[in-house]
T-cell receptor, first 113, second 121 residues
Framework: QKEVEQNSGPLSVPEGAIASLNCTYS??????FFWYRQYSGKSPELIMF????GDKEDGRFTAQLNKASQYVSLLIRDSQPSDSATYLC?????????????FGKGTRLSVIA | GAVVSQHPSWVICKSGTSVKIECRSL??????MFWYRQFPKQSLMLMAT?????????EQGVEKDKFLINHASLTLSTLTVTSAHPEDSSFYIC?????????????????FGPGTRLTVL
């Protein structure tokens, strides 16, 4: 089982709809969870992080964390064509000091105008 | 805040030459920096972890003598691709972690530079 799993997509949603991106992780002790967006040919940019169970909202983005089920999701409300990108889920495992985040392979989102 | 720069943004070189890429954290001190490379339409691949003042930790399969990493200060890390060959052509991206004491989740966050596109002829 991979440490961080994401459906590669593409996930296609119409403009204005809610896009739902999911991620599961294998290490139950993981402590911090991140969502990054990467446009084609560009480097990843941080969207938000979450570390407590429940929802965290930032503008059109909502991250949801369920540690018991070991999944984290990202909802994008009112999706725009400019949201079309690859979304990377990343996890910081507990007790791993200054090791890098563990990244999923990303889900490609396509918002259709 | 949390801006990371890379220089150069792109470079074209002849086979056999060495190329140095700089990664700087502009508004924070980075105790740890990470180097990734990414081939077209593929995932990020971690190359090495670099801590200020100590030797880098390389991932399995990454040649430490070919990819030299120096983290001389809390704001600068460099990656030198020595004797570059066409198969080294890739998108190289650095990432920096603030490591702020007492602020767990900000400390865990990795901020990425804009990347350097290397083409070896």
């Amino acid at each position: 089982q991979k440490e961080v799993e994401q459906n590669s997509g593409p996930l296609s949603v119409p403009e204005g709809a809610i896009a739902s991106l999911n991620c599961t992780y294998s290490d139950r002790g993981s402590q911090s969870f991140f969502w990054y967006r990467q446009y084609s040919g560009k480097s990843p940019e941080l969207i938000m992080f979450i570390y407590s169970n429940g929802d965290k909202e930032d503008g059109r983005f909502t991250a949801q964390l369920n540690k018991a089920s070991q999944y984290v999701s990202l909802l994008i409300r009112d999706s725009q064509p400019s949201d079309s990108a690859t979304y990377l889920c990343a996890v910081k495992r507990a007790g791993t000091g200054n090791t890098p985040l563990v990244f999923g392979k990303g889900t490609r989102l396509s918002v259709i105008a | 805040g949390a801006v990371v720069s890379q220089h150069p943004s792109w470079v074209i070189c002849k086979s056999g030459t060495s190329v140095k890429i700089e990664c700087r954290s502009l508004d924070f001190q980075a105790t740890t920096m990470f180097w990734y490379r990414q081939f077209p339409k593929q995932s990020l691949m971690l190359m090495a972890t670099s801590n200020e003042g100590s030797k880098a930790t390389y991932e399995q399969g990454v040649e430490k003598d070919k990819f030299l990493i120096n983290h001389a200060s809390l704001t600068l890390s460099t990656l030198t691709v020595t004797s570059a060959h066409p198969e080294d052509s890739s998108f190289y991206i650095c990432s920096a972690r603030p490591g702020l004491a007492g602020r767990r989740n900000t400390a865990d966050t990795q901020y990425f530079g804009p990347g350097t596109r290397l083409t070896v002829l």
